[in-house]
């Protein structure tokens, strides 16, 4: 059986992508199973190869809210595969990581291959703790579960204090609490996991504005 962590690179840059399989090579537990050119074919590699860690990119073709979305749905719908978001820009990791990517680095990271091991290791065992946890710390509640449904929907937290008739405080306190029962740190993983443990039904869709 192959122990491998099994690796996408996606990336717009040829050269990147490929300088960034040469230092996987180095690597012995790592293998590369694929490279996508762009963020929808990203995306359906994550449904058919179900590969362990996709390395993404999140600026494509100088547009970094492609890649993001893309970050967004794959995690969405492929909820167990991790996701580094790679950027040359510092000032957009916080915005990947908001947006589901498990880890979100800069690219400078990936000259190292020690550094490099070290980094897909420890984004694997945090996605795999994730979901091997198939209980909650404790049920929702009858309105965190309409927050969380409202949420899955894509409603904004305008729309959802008008819904519920509740104050923003409420809300974001509800999606605190959402977050701390499902044991995950953002709205996103929330959604995804609420999928995960049939709290969700298939068949929702969300907005990329966070509420």
Known sequence: ??????????????????????VLAYIPNIHCVGEAHTP????SMASRLQPDIIM?????YGDRWTGIHAIEQI????????????????EWIEQAQRKGADIAV???VFNDSDQLERLLEEVLRKVRQAHTRHTITAPLTEREKQVLRLM?????????????????????????NICDKLQVTNRVHAIARAYDL???KMGSSFSPEPI
């Open 152 to 176: 899955a929907r894509g409603a904004l937290i305008e729309e959802v204090m008008k819904e519920l008739s509740c104050s923003a405080g409420t809300i974001k306190r509800d999606v605190q």
């Open 198 to 200: 049939g709290i969700l």
């Open 40 to 43: 929808q074919e990203t995306i």
């Open 56 to 60: 993404m990119d999140i600026s494509w």
């Open 1 to 22: 059986m192959d122990t491998r962590i099994r690796v996408v690179i996606a990336d717009d840059l040829t050269l990147f992508r490929e300088g960034l399989k040469k």
């Open 75 to 90: 995690k969405r719908q492929t909820p167990q595969v991790a996701v580094i978001a790679m950027t040359a820009y510092p």
């Open 106 to 108: 800069s690219k400078e």
